[in-house]
């Protein structure tokens, strides 16, 4: 009974390819945001998509594409991966947009070399 | 200045003490707090949220919010080995959840 799922859990690969993570949430929330944990574990939200509409997009380079199919689903496209994206992934979703708790998936290792 | 502001710690209280975590936030519109425990390797976990000023208790943990002074702060009872993790402090403006950095606590034996 997995509330919010993320695959895969650790991704390694070399820099210059593409890579997807896919997140999928199975308790009915409206809203699902993508972060990212750096190496001294500072968590900052990357973007946010409520009822498949994109709400939130921060300062994040372009090569980062996410995408909703449905409001359970939330999926991040990296395009010509770096070094510096090598990081924790987390997808997590909450009831609605404004003042609800955010539940958080398992995390994704990504590490590029 | 930061958005969220923790003491980074590590912070390390005995067996059985109570352990105090404190938060300060810049932006006074600011509506709802959380705090989430983090163990190493795994991902943040919901420990409490707090919206209106005041105490709010849930087992051996305390919240507190003072907007006034724009600091929440979590009180750990009892504090047991399984608390050791870093605490994360999370302030929602509108859409927008912004973390702190992070306190470390450890609690020994």
């Known amino acids: 009974d997995t509330a919010v799922s993320q695959t895969p859990k650790y991704l390694v690969t070399q820099m210059g390819n593409d890579k997807s993570i896919k997140c999928e949430q199975n308790?009915?929330?409206?809203?699902m945001y993508w972060y990212k944990q750096d190496s001294k574990k500072f968590l900052k939200i990357m973007f946010s998509?409520?009822?498949?509409?994109?709400?939130i997009n921060e300062t994040v380079p372009n090569r980062f594409s996410p995408k909703s199919p449905d409001k359970a689903h939330l999926n991040l496209h990296i395009n010509s991966l770096e070094l510096g994206d090598s990081a924790v992934y987390f997808c997590?979703?909450?009831?609605?947009?404004?003042?609800?708790?955010?539940?958080f998936g398992p995390g994704t290792r990504l590490t590029v070399t | 200045q930061k958005e969220v502001e923790q003491n980074s710690g590590p912070l390390s209280v005995p067996e059985g003490a109570i352990a105090s975590l404190n938060c300060t936030y810049s932006?006074?519109?600011?509506?709802?707090f959380f705090w989430y425990r983090q163990y190493s390797g795994k991902s943040p976990e919901l420990i409490m949220s707090?919206?209106?000023?005041g105490d709010k208790e849930d087992g051996r943990f305390t919240a507190q919010l003072n907007k006034a002074s724009q600091y929440v702060s979590l009180l750990i009872r009892d504090s047991q080995p399984s608390d050791s993790a870093t605490y994360l402090c999370?302030?929602?403006?509108?859409?927008?959840?912004?973390f702190g950095a992070g306190t470390r606590l450890t609690v020994k034996p």
């Open positions: 997590a979703s909450s009831l609605r947009t404004s003042g609800y708790e955010q539940y």
């Open positions: 308790l009915g929330h409206d809203t």
């Open positions: 998509y409520n009822n498949k509409e994109l709400i």
């Open positions: 932006d006074r519109v600011s509506q709802s």
């Open positions: 707090i919206y209106s000023n």
């Open positions: 999370a302030v929602k403006v509108g859409n927008d959840m912004r």
